[in-house]
């Protein structure tokens, strides 16, 4: 009877917290803070792979680690410019939202390309991984040069 009625309890409380997380309306400051999270993760990928790649670190094994992160935080990216959300200070420019269609096929540039760099650092091959990231370094640079506010 205890486990039963533990059982039930379990089931009552994670369908409440579902239902409470379901229900919550990000507002676009919290929207505009994801994002920021999730570019600051993916900066720190990209730093930490670029300094394994260039050789300045010993690779012992995070490469493959850090292109994983990048590429997790890359599916992302579909998610963290609703709209509404380029609110204070933020360094997304309005042709985000203006032009979605090429927005979004920039960031299937920047997911695709972060998968290669997974294989590629998986493979262990340091030309290929040296391509690789080389490949998802511009399709960042792609969406950054055309979607982002220019840094001098």
């Known amino acids: 009877m205890v486990r039963k009625l533990i059982s039930i309890s379990t089931a009552v409380a994670v369908t409440m917290g579902c239902s ?3 229900a919550a309306d990000t507002t676009p400051e919290d929207a505009a803070d994801y994002r920021v999270a999730i570019m600051t993760t993916l900066r720190g990928h990209i730093g930490a792979s670029s300094m394994t790649v ?8 995070q490469l493959v680690n850090h292109a994983q992160g990048l590429a997790n935080s890359a599916m992302e990216l579909g998610n963290i410019f609703p709209e509404g959300s380029n609110v204070g200070e933020s360094e997304a420019l309005p042709l985000i939202w203006e032009e979605p269609e090429e927005f ?3 960031i299937v540039k920047v997911q695709d390309a972060s998968l290669e760099f997974v294989e590629a650092a998986e493979n262990g091959d340091a030309e290929v991984i040296g391509g690789a990231f080389r490949n998802l ?5 792609g969406c950054h040069d055309r979607f982002r506010v220019a840094h001098d």
């Open 104 to 106: 979004a096929a920039a």
């Open 54 to 61: 260039r050789g300045l670190v010993e690779d012992r094994g």
């Open 20 to 22: 409470m997380h379901a």
């Open 137 to 141: 370094g511009m399709a960042c640079r």
